[in-house]
């Protein structure tokens, strides 16, 4: 539909007065196609509201369906369940992402996040935060990002931390203290035949960026122990970080697993590190001393390298501070310690390379 304005013409002021007429009929005519259409628009809706008719009963909060293909009657429909009422009704982004967690969804994720853990945290465990964190679907990002659990001043750890057959190393647990205590009575439940604060069996732990220290709480048991890895688990450790005083292992490593902790700090626990059946281990410039049975423990074809790794339990070298057994290997140079057997030379227990 055109509407036509006053045009400026050559011919006089009849064009003039005749295009003045012309606009003024047809603003008329817009605005009675405009009342006709809206006319149209209310006539159309109470159609379909005649045509559409409902249950003659039905249950709160049920999601209603069409009942059948092209059908203008509804039924009772589907419950929403209450994960999905949750996220509908999450307060906060928090909330949301907790009930997402808890429900299997998750979410992509490409930009840094942090999450605290204590008292006036966001969450007052670890694993809270990491089935938060969950929620999230790492994606690429040239350079990467961060996910961060820091740990708030005066947290105790009084919970174990076991992954099983999923990848959490693209989140770093870190502190606010030099030190975090670990509540060696929480620990509770068994993986194989440690009792450890963090293990992973087949997946990936979370990066440990904090120093941790075991508390003498709870049960005597010796099989309490820092970090496990089991059947191809994975873990890191950041320089000048890991677990100390653990009555049996600060790390324990077990078929296949791989531990990469340059420069981590393993200090006064009973056995700094072991590993058995083909497991790997890197521990370069760590330290790993002041230990009471072994300083490290390599068998059963495991591949352990400690160069210039302070792995000495005591004032002078003994024969169990760097200790190889059942066809390992060992790389020891620079390292501090004494030899279980004479240096580069192989034997049926393996060989010490230094």
Same mark, same amino acid.
């Given at each position: 539909m055109a509407i036509f304005g006053v045009i400026n013409t050559a011919d006089g002021g009849d064009t003039f007065y005749e295009g003045m007429v012309k606009a003024k009929d047809n603003f008329a005519t817009l605005e009675t196609e405009i009342t006709d259409a809206r006319d149209g628009k209310a006539s159309t809706h109470a159609a379909i509201a005649e045509k559409v008719t409902g249950p003659s009963t039905n249950t709160a909060d049920y999601v209603p369906q069409w009942n059948g293909t092209n059908?203008?009657?509804?039924?009772?429909?589907?419950? =929403?369940?209450?994960? !999905?009422?949750? =996220? @509908? &009704?999450?307060e906060s982004m928090d909330a949301m992402v907790s009930s997402l967690a808890s429900s299997g969804l998750v979410m992509k994720k490409g930009t840094d996040i942090t999450v605290t853990v204590g008292s006036g945290g966001d969450y %007052?465990?670890?694993n809270d935060a990491l089935a938060a964190l969950s929620a999230y679907y790492p994606l690429y990002v040239s350079g990467g990002f961060t996910a961060e659990i820091s740990l708030l001043s005066g947290f105790v750890m009084a919970e174990q931390v076991i992954v099983s057959g999923i990848d959490l190393s693209w989140i770093t647990i870190t502190s606010v203290d030099a030190e975090v205590v670990i509540a060696k009575s929480a620990l509770a439940t068994a993986v194989g035949e440690i009792y450890p604060a963090f293990c992973v069996d087949r997946g990936a732990l979370p990066a440990i960026g904090a120093l941790f220290s075991m508390d003498t709480s709870g049960t005597a048991s010796t099989f309490r122990s820092g970090i496990g890895a089991f059947r191809g688990g994975r873990v890191f450790v950041s320089s000048g970080c890991g677990v100390k005083n653990s009555p049996?292992? !600060?790390?324990?490593?077990?078929?296949?697993?791989?531990?990469?902790?340059?420069? %981590?700090v393993f200090t006064g626990n009973n056995r700094g590190v072991i590993l058995f059946r083909a497991c790997r281990g890197s521990f370069d410039e760590a330290?790993?001393?002041?230990?009471?049975?072994?300083? @490290?423990?390599?068998?059963?074809?495991?591949?352990?390298?400690?160069?210039?790794?302070?792995?000495?339990?005591?004032? %002078?070298?003994? &024969?169990t501070d760097i200790y190889v057994t059942g066809g390992a290997f060992i790389t020891a140079y620079g390292a501090t310690g004494g030899l279980s057997q004479t240096a580069n030379t192989l034997t049926g227990n393996g060989i010490i390379y230094q």
């Open positions: 059908s203008k009657t509804l039924k009772d429909g589907f419950e =929403i369940t209450a994960a !999905g009422k949750a =996220i @509908v &009704s999450a %007052s465990t670890i049996y292992a !600060g790390v324990y490593g077990y078929m296949g697993a791989d531990i990469m902790a340059y420069g %981590s330290n790993i001393s002041e230990c009471a049975a072994y300083g @490290v423990q390599a068998g059963s074809g495991s591949i352990l390298n400690v160069r210039n790794a302070n792995c000495q339990m005591g004032a %002078s070298p003994a &024969s």
